[in-house]
């Protein structure tokens, strides 16, 4: 119907590694296959790994453990387009630290609304676009960036 809410575009990031592309390629046929609610995992997985390789890409170091959420906060103050593109305009580093936040939800959804994990309650179809859209979203912008 022509109210049905459609994903955004995968993305196809410059800054990858074998497992992001593997990763990208899952959620994909996870959403295809299986709807939206089983691609939310997948994609919180192919941001995770997409932020790990821009920071491995630049030499920006975390543990084996960051968070996805910490993981964008380094590469916020790390990474030199990044920073730039936030130290020339206060409104889009204040969309970037609103992006944090969108991240940190979307982590606690994965856990907790999704099917990441044995969970009763789970999002439902509109609201597993939206957390894919934003994150698809999160990764143009950030691909748009690092790779100008």
């Known amino acids: 119907s022509d109210s049905e809410i ?8 410059q800054v990858t590694s074998a ?26 997985t192919d941001i995770h790994r ?6 491995d890409e630049n030499n920006i170091k975390y543990g084996k453990d960051t968070s996805i959420t910490s993981l964008y906060k380094l590469l916020r103050e790390n990474h030199p387009k990044i920073k730039s593109i936030s130290n020339n305009s206060p409104e889009i580093d204040r969309i970037f630290k609103a992006l944090s936040t969108i991240i940190d939800s979307i982590n606690t959804l994965r856990n907790h ?26 990764m143009h912008f950030l691909d748009s960036v690092v790779n100008k």
């Not at 459609?6 to 990031?13: G, Q, T």
Request: with cysteine; hydrophobic share 40%; aromatic share 4%.
């Open 19 to 44: 497992v992001v592309r593997r990763a990208l390629l899952a959620a994909q046929n996870s959403l295809a296959t299986s709807g939206a609610i089983s691609a939310v995992d997948r994609v919180h």
């Open 50 to 55: 997409y932020v790990e390789s821009i920071c």
């Open 6 to 13: 459609h994903p955004v575009e995968d993305p196809n990031p």
């Open 113 to 138: 609304y999704s099917v990441a994990h044995p969970n009763d309650n789970l999002l439902d179809d509109g609201e597993a676009i939206l957390v894919i859209n934003s994150i698809r979203t999160i």
